[in-house]
């Protein structure tokens, strides 16, 4: 079987759970193209996407939360967004290439390449069976405009929230958010700290502003710092692709922590952590949610975020980290009730998925029988 997994890189989130499908897909011994469809146009196109996407939620979490909201109002009216026309011509470019390389299902982890499918579709391109990936735990802006063969969300929690939105129930798969494998495999805390080379004897909060290292980061570590001061923890700072964060943050905390880049292993970290400290973007949190590892949630981003942020809080598979002295320790004492932690990792197992990426393979596999 061939599939086509189509992405876009404004945000780290996307790509993970592509890659996901993909890992799956090529278990099974598939051909698997995975790609940004903007690469298919001018020179520079998809960096700018990216970057402009990128820049927005680092500078300007609030500007970001407007956008959002606009988004959010627009979806009211009863013509197709901005977002649909703007990528037209992105569209005309994937026809052509779809015209060259035939597949058999695309697979989708973004809203932009579903709008391109979509404007295809209205213009009387025949398609492969398509198949768009939520990687929110809610039905974001335009999403509802989308004309796909499956639907793919988080939970069966939210299938009221996309079939109210005008999605076909018929169509809605809750399957969850599709992480790589490396998340669901069996390691001791002990045997994570040996690979990456932790002090096994001491305690690791793990904090993350999310593939961008967008976020608060600053405050959240100096709250912590001072919060474990004198105590076994040392703190493990995740900055992502924010190289300026990261140089900022090394220039005021020294050695007090350690600060990296982006990661390849970050299943390893997650299992050597006591407690993950992240902002909660949607693969994030199913990342932490896959591995059962006890999450607190630093404050969102405006928008999409603040909607997992609710998802997690309300089904108890997270607490929220407050970035007030007096109030950040609350999530600290999580540490504290091995009853609560208990808790969590059960509703954790309840409510996420962890096989995701072989239902979405399996579907794509079910609809082009059909």
């Not at 520079?44 to 820049?55: F, K």
């Not at 923890?233 to 943050?249: D, E, K, P, T």
């Not at 059960?346 to 998925?353: E, L, M, V």
């Amino acid at each position: 079987m061939n599939i086509l997994i189509l992405s876009c890189g404004t945000g780290g989130g996307h790509n993970a759970a592509a890659y996901a499908v993909e890992e799956e897909a090529q278990r099974r011994g598939w051909n698997v193209t995975l790609m940004n469809p903007y690469g298919l146009c001018a020179q520079g196109v998809a960096q700018r996407v990216d970057s402009a996407y990128i820049s927005i939620a680092q500078a300007s979490p609030r500007g970001f939360g407007a956008i959002y909201a606009i988004g959010n109002a627009y979806r009211r009216l009863p013509w197709r967004s901005p977002v649909y026309f703007a990528n037209s011509r992105a569209a005309e470019a994937l026809a052509g290439y779809l015209q060259e390389h035939p597949t058999d299902a695309i697979v989708m982890t973004h809203l932009y390449p579903a709008e391109m499918l979509t404007y295809l579709k209205n213009h009387g391109v025949a398609l492969p069976k398509t198949i768009f990936v939520a990687t929110d735990y809610t039905c974001i802006p335009f999403t509802e405009e989308c004309a796909l063969d499956g639907y793919v969300i988080p939970s069966p929690m939210l299938t009221a929230e996309f079939a109210g939105r005008g999605i076909p129930e018929e169509k809605i798969y809750p399957f969850g958010i599709p992480v790589r494998s490396a998340f669901r495999q069996e390691m001791s805390k002990e045997a994570a700290k040996g690979q990456l080379g932790l002090d096994a004897d001491k305690r690791y909060l793990l904090v993350s502003g999310g593939s961008i290292g967008a976020g608060n980061l600053e405050k959240a570590i100096q709250l912590l710092l001072e919060a474990t001061q004198g105590q076994n923890f040392r703190l493990v700072v995740i900055c992502g692709s924010n190289a300026s964060a990261r140089r900022q943050l090394l220039k005021r905390f020294g050695d007090r922590a350690d600060f990296l880049g982006s990661t390849q292993r970050m299943a390893e970290y997650l299992r050597a952590c006591d407690l993950y400290f992240t902002k909660p973007g949607g693969l994030s949190t199913t990342e932490a949610a896959v591995a059962e590892v006890p999450l607190a949630l630093l404050p969102p981003i405006p928008g999409c975020e603040s909607r997992n942020l609710r998802f997690y809080v309300d089904t108890s598979m997270a607490v929220p980290a407050v970035l007030r002295r007096g109030e950040l320790e609350k999530a600290l004492s999580l540490l504290d009730n091995p009853a609560q932690l208990a808790y969590m990792r059960q509703s954790q197992r309840q409510h996420i998925p962890k096989d995701a990426a072989a239902h979405i393979c399996a579907l794509s596999a079910l609809l082009t029988a059909q």
